[in-house]
């Protein structure tokens, strides 16, 4: 099959009929009160649960899950390996990640908007990898590939009136305080504003310097700089991944040209109403939509009927 999907981080069939959740939080109120005890509580019932997510999208047919980025709650304030439920936490990831390679299951995170590496603010800057780093070292813990295969997914996060000043910070900031693991797996993405970065910059500003793979996102593309046609922003992000490690995607549709017009073109629809284009080539490809798991089975009825689902 030259193309496998995926969805992002909640199963709303688990949730609706078994409560299953992966991101069970608390407020920084909560924390302060309970610290890093009452999180890693949290954190452990996270992680269980992500793995009954991952072995459900076994048996339905779904190789590519980006696992949500709140498994633990307010990570950066303690060492996962100091909390006192850490044993059964390694444990839990450890099935996790052994039971989604042997199922050929391709695990990965989208730290969220925050995580901007290219910042002129040290301190953000510092926060950015202490995320990433927790991020990489969850998947350490998990034994996956320390490769782009698991792939830990940013934007470079800001332009602040210069692009080029700007992608030097962030290929800077990359080689300053990310550790091996998380460069290893680092990707970066193109961006849905005019005026912030396209695959082709992306290209000649972070590809040339530190040799980190593209994730091609087709939504963006449509609303970022147009320096590019489709299909050659599509290849030109191709020709970033390392041989033996599929190219990975995004795709979405515009909430505001298919279902609300009311609301800004970077929303993403509930549902799909045009397929991925992917040229008849080897991808995986993260859907993004509310509908989740759901919208991804009608993706299927509607634009891959030849693909028979193993389960319903």
Known sequence: MSIRLGYACINNTLQKTEKVQCNRGMIKRTFKAKGPEYAGELALSNVQNMFKVISWNTAHGIE???????????????????????????????????????????????PGQFCVLASPNENVVKNAATELNKHAEIMDLMKLPNTPQAKINIHVGGAYGNHEAALERFCSNFEKYLTPSAQSRLTVENDDKPNMYSTKMLYEGVYKRIGIPIVFDSHHHELGPQDQDYKDAFYLARSTWPEGVRQQCHHSNSKKLYEDSKVPAISHSSWYYTPFENFGEEVDVVLECKQKEMALFKYIEDFQPEITRLAS
């Open 64 to 110: 590519v899950y980006r696992m949500t980025s709140c498994l633990f709650p307010w990570q950066s304030e303690y060492e996962i390996s100091e909390l006192s439920q850490f044993e059964k936490i390694k444990s839990a990831l450890e099935l996790c990640g052994e039971y989604a390679t042997k199922n050929n299951q391709r695990l990965s995170f989208h």
